[in-house]
């Protein structure tokens, strides 16, 4: 089962995204390096969405830098939209979700482990070294 079908078929997964955040992450290769802080911000794509939240934002935080990674519900036409811009899939077995979901949080990973804004040059965070391409490799800090 892909982390996306996994995580909207899973009311307990939700919660724990949104009360530990790294911890849950890490059960799906997304490595949050220790010293990055996480917080879990669930909406509604749009007002119309019915029941609980069809839209996880992930707020990454490490000293003055910030990123964020989204993982909309393929069932939410509405979370779709505002994170892609288009409705990519209505199943929660695409894979290109899962891709969607990797590829931002290694994006978000790597802009808050960058160096600290006015530090001397070599004096970065680590590097997140996962692959882009590969849904099941890990997604990682080291340094």
């Known amino acids: 089962m892909s982390v996306v079908e996994r995580v909207w078929s899973d009311r307990e997964l939700r919660r724990r995204l949104v009360s530990q955040p790294k911890r849950a992450l890490s059960e799906f290769g997304i490595a949050i390096p220790e010293e990055v802080e996480v917080k879990t911000v669930p909406s509604k794509g749009s007002p119309s969405d019915v029941g609980e939240a069809s839209l996880l934002q992930f707020v990454l935080t490490r ?17 779709q939209q ?9 199943s929660v077995k ?23 804004p006015g530090s001397a040059e070599g004096q970065s965070a680590p590097k997140n070294i996962a692959s882009e391409n590969e849904a099941d490799t890990p ?4 340094s």
């Open 94 to 116: 695409d894979p290109v979700f899962e891709r969607c979901l990797r590829q931002a949080a290694k994006a978000a990973i790597d802009k808050v482990c960058a160096p600290f």
């Open 139 to 142: 997604v990682s800090a080291s």
């Open 63 to 79: 000293g003055p830098l910030l990123s964020y990674f989204f993982l909309p519900s393929p069932l939410s036409i509405t979370a």
């Open 82 to 90: 505002a994170v892609f811009g288009k409705i990519v899939s209505k």
